[in-house]
């Protein structure tokens, strides 16, 4: 679906191959991904305050203690994301959203 393709390119852009060639989502690049969309989004950035929210969307997306989150976790986590962001999710809107 066109939402699976735009979700899809943040993923290609940020993700790498694990040793056993799994491609996953490191907590590092996770915080440093979202902290710029929550720049992006938020009139006022407060860095505490989103790096609060950062990581207790990560313990909710990579279900504890993991250090890392897979592809499906990060569809999930996008969804979201949108979801917190975006007035009314049509599939439209969530994908224009997310083609910003």
Same mark, same amino acid.
């Given at each position: ?12 852009a ?17 915080h440093?991904?979202? /902290?710029k !969309?929550?720049? +992006? ?6 860095a505490? *305050? &989103?790096?609060?929210a ?12 993991? /250090?890392? !989150?897979?592809? +499906?976790?990060?569809?999930t986590?996008m969804?979201? *994301? &949108? ?7 049509t599939?439209?809107?969530v ?6």
């Amino acid at each position: 679906s066109s939402v699976r393709g735009a979700v899809g390119k943040f993923w290609r852009a940020i993700s790498y191959a694990s040793p056993d060639g799994v491609t996953i989502l490191g907590k590092v690049t996770y915080h440093r991904f979202n /902290a710029k !969309i929550w720049r +992006a989004l938020l009139p006022v950035f407060d860095a505490k *305050l &989103v790096a609060e929210a950062i990581n207790d969307d990560w313990i909710t997306d990579a279900g504890g203690a993991k /250090a890392f !989150i897979s592809e +499906a976790d990060f569809y999930t986590s996008m969804f979201e *994301l &949108v979801d917190n962001f975006c007035e009314e999710a049509t599939l439209e809107r969530v994908v224009t959203w997310l083609n910003k």
